[in-house]
């Protein structure tokens, strides 16, 4: 029973390049979310996605786009990755009162 | 909006000793709160929750936390602290409306466990 699964663990860009993470979980949530970590800031939300088929931005959206691309996977794509979005990404899901967290994507934008 | 406050950057902790750790936190209606602890490079696991009920949660590891409407606060304390508990510790406070369960953390704090 994996819980989240995140995508990679670890990577580094170059300013200006395009990735995805990638997030699935398998405890057949409806709501998902992105995160990202930075120290002494805590964690912040970017996108989440109360159900199948909607996205919403939360507190940093800018610089990102997502897609739920069904109920399993939510991905979070930075389109032109600039030195301010290197951080800890988190991906969550959640049912209810359930919050499930992946173990987190590290990148690093040079 | 929902916020969370901690106030504590940093506490230094002998092994033994009781630790508390402070949350304060900012909703329009009844909270769910909750307290995670993130070791170094890893993620975050749940340590307690509060949603209604009985104010005095008891969590994993030994911590228990007490949910306080009157001063807004869901402070953290452990009785006896064992070096393992070094790690940094994040509130969070979030609320059900609809479906929509987002979370609002507070910027930490980091917990060092001295011999």
């Known amino acids: 029973n994996a819980g989240v699964t995140q995508t990679p663990k670890f990577q580094v860009l170059k300013t200006g390049q395009s990735m995805t993470l990638q997030c699935a979980q398998d405890m057949n949530h409806n709501s998902m979310y992105w995160y990202r970590q930075d120290p002494g800031m805590g964690l912040r939300l970017i996108y989440y996605s109360a159900s199948e088929g909607t996205t919403d931005k939360g507190e940093v959206p800018n610089g990102y786009n997502v897609s739920r691309l069904n109920k399993r996977e939510f991905s979070l794509r930075l389109e032109s990755a600039a030195p301010s979005q290197t951080s800890v990404y988190f991906c969550a899901s959640s049912e209810t009162r359930g919050y499930t967290f992946g173990s987190g994507t590290r990148l690093t934008v040079v | 909006a929902q916020s969370v406050t901690q106030p504590d950057i940093h506490i230094t902790v002998s092994e033994g000793a009781s630790l508390e750790l402070r949350c304060n936190y900012s909703?329009?209606?009844?909270?769910?709160l909750f307290w995670y602890v993130q070791s170094p490079g890893q993620g975050l696991q749940l340590l307690l929750k509060?949603?209604?009920?009985?104010?005095l949660v008891q969590g994993i590891k030994g911590f228990e936390a007490e949910f306080k409407r009157s001063q807004s606060s869901f402070n953290l304390r452990k009785p006896s602290v064992h070096w393992s508990d070094a790690a940094e510790y994040f509130c969070?406070?979030?609320?059900?409306?609809?479906?929509?369960?987002?979370?609002?953390f507070g910027a930490g704090t980091t917990v060092t466990v001295r011999a």
């Open positions: 509060y949603f209604s009920g009985d104010t």
């Open positions: 909703y329009g209606a009844t909270p769910y």
């Open positions: 969070a406070v979030g609320g059900a409306i609809w479906d929509d369960y987002k979370l609002s």
